[in-house]
């Protein structure tokens, strides 16, 4: 019988528990077709953990990596010098990156037997024939196999209450894929998160939904959330992503307040006009002070998408929007700096890309048509990569989402000098990067003693979230383990 299943990934965003949905799911569908399914969350680079779970890995039938372009060119060797002697193994490929790239990935890596799209039903149930009756595994909840969770020690979990997206960014995978445009009943997405609470004590919930409000359609259906919520008098904080396109009702950004809303994602992406009619996405500066005066006043935090560099950025836009991260203080996320747009296979902007044959990723290759743009762009980077950014930006985001939670809480005057401690280093930390960034503007260079302002600017960072989330965990163990912890690790504790 061949019908021992492993799929695996690696984690790619450190802000959200190390869950993926889709995998979830599609373990579920394997599971009712007789298959016997096993999750694991892999981590690059690291022998160790790898070593431990090599058995595993080579013990299954068919083994199915869930590839990521962030990724997909450490995974795709390990698992080719891993298994290429190996010749009775299947091995497929899922996810939204692999299917946009299938041709050349298979062209490239014959080891691998498919690729499959797993939002493709008619396709998964051709390579994955019923096989027996259904397996029983005991980390289900509603639908998804919640293995990982099981075993994740942080109070925080991803999930949705619907999925696709009614608008069309240029650089978004989502309208691409076609994906199918679902939307849970209320009813089971509330007793999902009950069972959640009650099976894995989970307090934080982050919504995955593209948009988890899109326009006065889903009035009726959140309102319902929200009155559902607070008759079974559930307790916890959640997140969601929304779109400035369309403007939330405030009845209904208050309803979900109440309710334990503590932070939003929306993509600004880039104030200039240019950008807006060449990406097909229209949020104003002005829209976004807006909602963010809005969400302060309401004790929400917020978190935006950015891109400072695409195609058609030109000189002069670049100042205008550093300008505006500066004022929104989000100098502390260079993430949102260094990582130009993303250009995918099929996109409007396809044919800007030129051809690099040494990796399957295609999405950056491609030059700034403003030529003082691309020069710029190449000294930031080079500037940035003298920190690790990722810790940098949780250095900040980290105590900022506590704080909310805390405030909420009733408890913000104990962290009172910690809060002050943070507004002076975000203000500090702001300001210096701006001036370094306009001389950079000017000048597309930097000096040593730029250098040694940045790893100033990384160490103060360090040293106050290290202490401050000591004090957080002697002190608030329950909040502590509501911070996603941002490294790659399952659990730091
Ligand atoms: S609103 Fe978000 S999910 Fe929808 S197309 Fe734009 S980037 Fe993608």
């Not at 298959?35 to 892999?42: A, F, I, T």
């Not at 939002?119 to 990982?148: H, L």
């Not at 006065?216 to 992503?241: A, G, Q, T």
């Not at 969400?295 to 300008?323: A, R, V, W």
Request: glycine share 4%; net charge positive.
């Amino acid at each position: 019988m061949k019908n021992k299943v492993g799929i695996y990934y690696f984690r790619s965003l450190y802000s959200q528990s190390a869950c993926s949905l889709s995998v979830g799911r599609f373990s579920d569908f394997l599971l009712n077709r007789g298959y016997k399914v096993k999750l694991e969350v892999l981590k690059q680079n690291d022998f160790i953990d790898m070593s431990d779970k090599i058995d595993g890995i080579l013990g299954q039938d068919i083994i199915i990596y869930k590839t990521n372009y962030k990724d997909f060119e450490y995974g795709i060797r390990f698992f080719e010098n891993l298994i290429k002697r190996e010749k009775d193994k299947q091995f497929y490929l899922i996810g939204p990156f692999a299917v946009l790239n299938k041709e050349r990935i298979l062209k490239k890596y014959n080891f691998i037997t498919d690729i499959i799209n797993i939002q493709d039903k008619n396709e998964v149930e051709n390579v994955f024939r019923k096989y027996n009756k259904r397996v029983v595994k005991k980390t289900i909840i509603s639908g998804i196999d919640r293995e990982i969770e099981f075993k994740e020690k942080g109070k925080y979990i991803n999930l949705e209450a619907s999925s696709g997206c009614i608008y069309n960014c240029s650089f978004c995978h989502i309208k691409l894929m076609n994906y199918e445009k679902y939307t849970k009943d209320v009813r089971n997405l509330v007793d999902e998160m009950e069972n959640i609470i009650n099976l894995l004590d989970k307090r934080y919930f982050i919504f995955n939904d593209s948009v988890f409000w899109k326009n006065n359609s889903d009035n009726d259906r959140i309102k319902e959330f929200i009155r559902e919520v607070k008759k079974r008098n559930l307790k916890f904080y959640f997140m969601i992503y929304l779109s400035l396109t369309n403007k939330i009702p405030d009845d209904i950004l208050i309803g979900l307040k109440e309710i334990g809303l503590i932070r939003v994602f929306f993509g600004v992406e880039n104030i200039s006009n240019s950008f807006s009619k060449n990406n097909n996405k229209y949020i104003s500066a002005t829209d976004t002070e807006n909602f963010i005066e809005k969400l302060s006043n309401l004790n929400i935090s917020y978190h935006i998408g950015f891109i400072l560099f695409s195609p058609y950025t030109t000189y002069n836009e670049l100042k205008e929007n550093i300008d505006f991260l500066y004022k929104l203080k989000k100098l502390f996320r260079p993430g949102i700096i260094v990582e130009k747009m993303r250009i995918l296979l099929g996109s409007k902007d396809a044919n800007l890309l030129y051809e690099d044959n040494s990796k399957i990723d295609q999405a950056y290759n491609y030059k700034i048509l403003d030529s003082k743009v691309d020069k710029f762009y190449q000294v930031v980077c080079d500037y940035f990569d003298k920190i690790n950014i990722r810790n940098f930006e949780q250095f900040f985001s980290g105590i900022n989402l506590s704080l909310t939670i805390l405030n909420d809480m009733g408890l913000s005057e104990q962290y009172e000098v910690f809060k002050i401690r943070y507004n002076e280093l975000l203000e500090y930390v702001n300001d210096n990067l701006y001036k370094i960034l306009l001389k950079m503007l000017k000048k597309f260079e930097f000096s040593g003693r730029d250098i040694e302002m940045l790893k100033n600017l990384y160490s103060l960072a360090e040293a106050n979230y290290i202490t401050y989330i000591s004090y957080l965990k002697k002190h608030n163990l329950d909040v502590y383990q509501m911070i996603p912890h941002g490294t790659e690790d399952l659990n730091v504790w």
